[in-house]
């Protein structure tokens, strides 16, 4: 009966199995019942332990999905965690865990496997800010999180706070030709483009062959709608698609295992909130290992800056397959949500995360659709900690645990490695 009890909870499909198989000692049917459950064909959808972590080694990219190095489908289910964009730099950990080792225990605990944090250019001037993200990529190894990271803006902007989450020139870069010799913000420029591409070269040099760091999100919202526009294509100074091919080529000359991540350009002026990747079709990115590539967009509702349109149903769907869905549905590439998430203070949101991770794991009508052994589009939810008052909020309750509002959709985008296995007709047991 113990044995039962343990095995129902993972296997639903278990009693009406047993119905079937009744004239049978109990010995009998379990070694039955292991021997098909153990080759994946007992039941419809059987899931292993939630929350799994990534494969050793580092992933690729294998049409619309990220695989790891046996070419087996996989999902990205992490955890955004700032701090080094801002006056200070360092990252954030605030909550009762205790150090950075209790912190990156604390994100395992809900089932994230892989924790995105940002740098920013001036990080790599600054001693004790790279000592800390060494220190946190070793903590990460020691419980089998990957890493990924992201440049996030240039300078570390005490003038205006706003711009510490999206540079407000809207580029990469904040002196030279294509600036005004400024980031946007109030603050005067130090990294051109050709800085901007050496630091990052020096940055993913630092972290090369080491499995635990996977990818580089390149820049962190670039926009097109400040007065600086980040443009895709046409060669000029500001051209991001140029940039993406040539830093991401030049990461790899020094880093060949990262997955060079690379966003979609954020533009208000019309309605590309979470980014527009419909361009890539006339203009699609070309690295050197084209299975190293994967786009990226950030989805937020209205709760998250005041953004206009539609946050969810139909509507939400039909723009989500137009800005970047396709990119999977035509089995182009994988993209990966670099930021996501709400307070869920609101039944707008909660309707926005409903759509959006019905969208993201083919339950959506409408949506994408995956099929064999196809995982969801993977995310990173946003934000970690216990940040009471923040847009959003942290995904922590004061007790450390998810809060009650967030949690339902944070263990919708968990990896299991199980998902979406095909039913056997009974009369095949």
């Known amino acids: 009966m113990k044995v039962l009890m343990a095995v129902s909870t993972e296997h639903s499909c278990l009693p009406a199995l047993i119905g079937r198989f009744k004239p049978i000692s109990l010995t009998v049917f379990f070694l039955i019942f292991f021997a098909v459950a153990a080759s994946g064909r007992a039941c419809s959808q059987t899931a292993a332990s939630s929350g799994a972590l990534l494969p050793t080694g580092f992933l690729s990219a294998h049409g619309s999905q990220i695989v790891g190095s046996d070419g087996v489908p996989v999902r990205i289910a992490s955890i955004g965690l700032n701090g080094m964009n801002v006056v200070g730099g360092r990252i954030q950990l605030e909550g009762a865990y205790k150090g950075i080792n209790g912190h990156v225990a604390g994100m395992r605990a809900p ?3 892989c924790v995105r944090v940002d740098w920013i250019d001036r990080s790599l001037d600054d001693p004790g800010a790279m000592v800390q993200l060494d220190t946190f990529v070793a903590a990460c190894k020691k419980v089998g999180l990957k890493v990924i990271f992201d440049n996030h803006n240039n300078e570390v902007t005490p003038a205006d706070w706003e711009n510490a989450a999206q540079q407000k020139n809207g580029l990469w870069f904040d002196t030279g030709p294509g600036t005004d010799g400024t980031d ?3 603050d005067k420029g130090t990294v051109s483009a050709a800085k901007f591409r050496e630091n990052w070269v020096t940055f993913a040099k630092r972290w090369a062959g080491n499995p635990t760091v996977i990818g580089f999100d390149i820049r962190n919202e670039p926009c097109a709608h400040t007065a600086t526009p980040a443009l895709w294509g046409g060669g000029g100074p500001t051209d991001i698609h140029g940039m993406y091919e040539d830093v991401g080529n030049a990461i790899l000359a020094v880093n060949p295992d990262a997955l060079i991540i690379c966003e979609a350009v954020i533009n208000y002026k019309t309605g590309a909130f979470d980014g527009d990747l419909s ?5 699609p990115i070309r690295l050197t ?3 190293k590539l994967i786009y ?3 989805e937020y509702p209205k709760e998250i800056g005041g953004y206009s349109g539609l946050e969810s149903g139909a509507g939400y769907i039909e723009r989500r397959n137009k800005m970047w869905g396709w990119l999977i549905t035509e089995d182009v590439a994988p993209v990966w949500i670099g930021e996501m998430g709400a307070s869920m203070k609101f039944v707008a949101s909660k309707a926005w995360g409903e759509t959006l991770l019905g969208y993201m794991n083919s339950t959506a009508s409408g949506g994408l659709k995956f099929s064999g052994r196809q995982q969801p589009v993977s995310g990173d939810w946003w934000v970690w900690g216990c940040l009471n008052g923040q ?3 942290g ?5 450390e645990k998810l809060r009650p509002g967030q949690a339902p959709f944070i263990e919708r985008m968990r990896f299991e490695r199980m998902r979406f ?3 056997v007709p009974a009369h095949r047991l």
């Open 395 to 399: 995904c922590l309750a004061e007790d």
């Open 296 to 298: 990226s967009v950030h």
């Open 391 to 393: 847009n959003p909020d």
């Open 184 to 186: 946007g913000g109030g």
């Open 421 to 423: 296995r095909p039913a």
């Open 279 to 283: 361009v890539a079709r006339r203009l």
């Open 111 to 113: 089932g994230f496997n």
């Open 289 to 291: 290992n084209p299975a």
